[in-house]
Structures are given as structure tokens and as C-alpha cells.
């Protein structure tokens, strides 16, 4: 996909790793919504981005993405100032293991609800012109994490949404590719909430525990995550991967055994 004037929707886009998609999306000619709850964080990125770029490039819509029909609005909106939407990055996430229900409620039912509108506005049987999306998983969706279980779970609840939704986006024509990235430990504000006890709740006591796991394996930058999304979404050839991203390896895709029958073979 060429990026340049394409639209794009990033949730979770005021920090972290999804203020650092913005920045690359917008370095490549892309428009940007930023979507995220963090109002204050979200309009001084927006700032930041109106330093760079013209600020008609970017909207920032304050948005909970588990709130259906905040999330249904920040769709629309999007459409109405930007004309169309052609990349979808469900990237808005938290690590709570006290208040567990929001984990799963954030960054796995809001990632799938937000697919299916995605589709709505962009499959080809619904008048639109195709696209991309990119759900943004973890290294603990692929094994499991002691203590951050819930987490785990939802993590590996977006990629088995994912790789699934991707096949019936192939059987069924919808000119949408979609794919999820795992990153290792990343740079960003969420690790601050390993040493809360209101986000790790029981778990609290093995804060050390993760911080070794972090000396292990090492900790990522957002611009290499960011560097691995222009990938997923420049190479048309890409549908419904698991891209693993690592101090080790760098940017690499999980491989799978070939399933005996595929619906999009
Ligand atoms: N940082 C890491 O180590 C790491 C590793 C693997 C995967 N991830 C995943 O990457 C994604 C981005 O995380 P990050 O590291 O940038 O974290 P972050 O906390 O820095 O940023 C997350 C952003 O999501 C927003 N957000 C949270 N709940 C929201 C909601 N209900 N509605 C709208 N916005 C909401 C926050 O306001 C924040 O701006 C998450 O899905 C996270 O699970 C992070």
C-alpha cells in the first residue's frame, strides 16, 4: 500500500507506541486520527505533530474505545473530517491485573469491535476501497506471563482474532488485510504500572520478578515497533501474520504449522 494520502485511525495515540505510529504515518504523506482517552497527553501530541506537519494532517478525538458508542463516533468523525479511512491501528491498551474485567474489556473486545467497524467503513462489498489493519498484541500473547495472566489472555485473544478474522477477510473478498504485531518490553508509560498496586493488584508482590524478565529480554524503542507497522502495511503480500519484535531478533514473523485446510486457500 502507497501511504501517502491515505487516512488512517490510531487508537491509543497520545503516547507510547501509538504516538509513535503517528509520527511515522505522518512522515510518510499519511492523515492521521489520534484517538485516545487522555485528553490532556492527546492534544499536546497533537501540538507536537502541528510543529512537524500542516495540522490539517491530523484530529485528535478524545475517545474510551470501550465505550461502543464513543467508539462508533470517533469512526464517523473521522470519516466526516477526512473523507474516507483506509488504515485502522487498534494499538489503545492497559496492563490490569486488580480491575482485570477493563483489560479484557480494553484491549481485546475493543480490538474487535473496532475490526468490525474498520470493515464496515472499508470492505469492498460495502462501497469501500479496502485497506489495512493492524491489532497491536504483545510477546504475551504468544506464551504465557505468571503475573499478568489476564493480560496474557487477552493478548493472545487478539491474535487468534486476528490470524481468524484475516482468513474470512480473504475468503470473503473484503480487500482488507489484517494483521497484529508482538512486541517484547517497550519503552513507554505502561511500564510504570508493573510497580502500582492498583494495576497489579495480587500480583503486586512479583513487580521484581517482571523487572528480571525486562534485564532478560531487554527493552525495545517505539520507532522500531513503528519501523515494523510501515512494514506490515507497505507489503500488500501480508495478511493476517503475527509480527514478533524483539531485542534479539528485531522484526521477524511468528511461523505457524500450515493448517490442513484453509478457508482462504
Ligand atoms: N510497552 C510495552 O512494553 C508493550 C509491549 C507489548 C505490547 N504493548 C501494547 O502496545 C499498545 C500500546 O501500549 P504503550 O506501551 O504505548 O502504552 P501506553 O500506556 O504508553 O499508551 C497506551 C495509550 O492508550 C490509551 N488508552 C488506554 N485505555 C484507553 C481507552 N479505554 N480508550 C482510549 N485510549 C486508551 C492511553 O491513554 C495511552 O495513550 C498496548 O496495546 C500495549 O498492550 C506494549
New binding site residues.
Given amino acids: 500500500m502507497h501511504l501517502k494520502d491515505k487516512v488512517a485511525l490510531v ?10 505510529f503517528v509520527q511515522v504515518l505522518l512522515g510518510k504523506g499519511c492523515k492521521v486520527a489520534l ?4 485528553v490532556e ?2 492534544k499536546a501530541s497533537k501540538d507536537d505533530f502541528d510543529k512537524q506537519f500542516d495540522e490539517e494532517m491530523t484530529i485528535f478525538i478524545p ?5 461502543e458508542e464513543k467508539l462508533k463516533d470517533a469512526f464517523e468523525k473521522t470519516i466526516q473530517h477526512f473523507g474516507k479511512l483506509d488504515i485502522l491501528i ?6 490490569n491485573e486488580k480491575n482485570w474485567e ?1 483489560t479484557v ?3 481485546l473486545i ?1 480490538v474487535i469491535r473496532g475490526t468490525y467497524l474498520g470493515l464496515d467503513y472499508m470492505k469492498t462489498e460495502n462501497g469501500g476501497t479496502g485497506g489495512a489493519i493492524v491489532n ?5 500473547g504468544l506464551m504465557p506471563a505468571a503475573h499478568q495472566p489476564v ?1 496474557s489472555a487477552s ?1 493472545h485473544g487478539v491474535i487468534g482474532f486476528t490470524r481468524s478474522i484475516a482468513m474470512a477477510a480473504t475468503a470473503g473478498n473484503y480487500g482488507v488485510r489484517i494483521n497484529t ?11 510504570q ?1 508493573i510497580d502500582k498496586e492498583e494495576n497489579m493488584g495480587q500480583y503486586s508482590a512479583y513487580k521484581d520478578k517482571i523487572k528480571d524478565m525486562m534485564k532478560f529480554y531487554g ?2 524503542d ?1 520507532p522500531l ?1 513503528a519501523e515494523g507497522l510501515l512494514k506490515i502495511l507497505e507489503d500488500e503480500t501480508l495478511n493476517g501474520e503475527v509480527m514478533k519484535i524483539t531485542t534479539k531478533e528485531g522484526i521477524h514473523f511468528h511461523s505457524y504449522i500450515p493448517l490442513p485446510f484453509q478457508a482462504n486457500k
Fill in positions: 487508537t491509543g495515540a497520545a503516547q507510547g507506541i501509538g504516538k509513535a484517538v485516545d482517552l487522555n497527553v492527546g475517545c474510551d474505545v470501550s465505550n487498534n494499538n489503545a491498551g492497559v496492563n477493563i474489556q480494553i484491549n475493543s497491536i498484541s504483545s510477546l504475551a493480560y493478548k504485531i508482538c512486541p517484547g518490553f517497550v519503552n513507554t508509560p505502561i511500564l504500572s527493552i525495545l517505539p515497533i
